[in-house]
């Protein structure tokens, strides 16, 4: 089983309007890390947001928030009042407890293309 | 300024010419790792070290080598390049070596490799 899905290959979204972008995952870890990253066009990996099995609130980071949800096992990444720059690929990741956090998996990703 | 830088940034090559490509962090980063990119498949995690002279194979080590002599490099080696290894690599450091869920990992700017 896929230990990190996103479902979405792509998404579609008018400047200043919302999106979510869906991230389910599969551990039988109690303890784990959930992140996102953004990969724009130019190639580098941008860390965007972290949240932990155990917090109890949402992650924010700007317009950057984390829809979590433990018993559904998801972890979907919303982005408020989007923008230009906005369009990228978006791979959500995960670090388990049952690989002594050491290694990151990541899902295949979603591409998010942001219209004027 | 913080960074993880790589080189080259771009190789092409022909099928069983050893190559090295260079991974070097200025952040005094514990834990360093390798990933390639492949469409379809997101990153996935070639082998990473959590610290000088310790290092482990992650998801997809075949093929690959690694050397964690210096804190600072983790040079990626392919004794024996095949055009299946044609990929975006990227190498990435955290902070710390020891289990820790919310460690964030920073990425280098990738270099794309071809094995003709």
């Known amino acids: 089983a896929q230990k990190i899905t996103q479902t979405q290959p792509g998404m579609f979204v008018q400047e200043k309007e919302a999106v979510t972008l869906d991230c389910t995952y599969d551990?039988?870890?109690?303890?784990?890390?959930l992140f996102w990253y953004k990969q724009p066009s130019s190639g580098e990996m941008i860390f965007l947001i972290y949240q932990g099995s155990y917090d109890e609130q949402n992650a924010t980071e700007g317009r950057y928030s984390l829809n979590f949800q433990k018993a559904r096992k998801s972890a979907n990444l919303v982005i408020s009042a989007s923008q230009l720059g906005d369009s990228a690929m978006y791979f959500c990741?995960?670090?388990?407890?049952?690989?002594?956090?050491?290694?990151?998996?990541f899902g295949t990703g979603t591409r998010l293309l942001v219209s004027p | 300024e913080a960074q993880v830088t790589q080189n080259p940034r771009y190789l092409i090559t022909v099928t069983g010419k050893k190559l090295t490509v260079t991974c070097s962090q200025n952040m005094n980063h514990e834990y360093m790792s390798w990933y390639r990119q492949d469409p379809g498949l997101g990153l996935r995690q070639i082998y990473y070290s959590m610290n000088v002279e310790v290092t482990d194979k992650g998801d997809v080590p075949e093929g690959y080598k690694v050397s964690r002599k210096e804190k600072r490099n983790f040079p990626l080696i392919l004794e024996s390049p095949s055009p299946n290894q044609t990929s975006l690599y990227f190498c990435?450091?955290?902070?710390?070596?020891?289990?820790?869920?919310?460690?964030?990992?920073?990425f280098g700017p990738g270099t794309r490799l071809t094995v003709l």
């Open positions: 551990t039988s870890d109690q303890s784990y890390g």
């Open positions: 990435a450091s955290s902070l710390e070596g020891f289990p820790n869920p919310s460690d964030t990992q920073y």
């Open positions: 990741a995960m670090r388990e407890e049952g690989t002594g956090f050491q290694k990151l998996v």
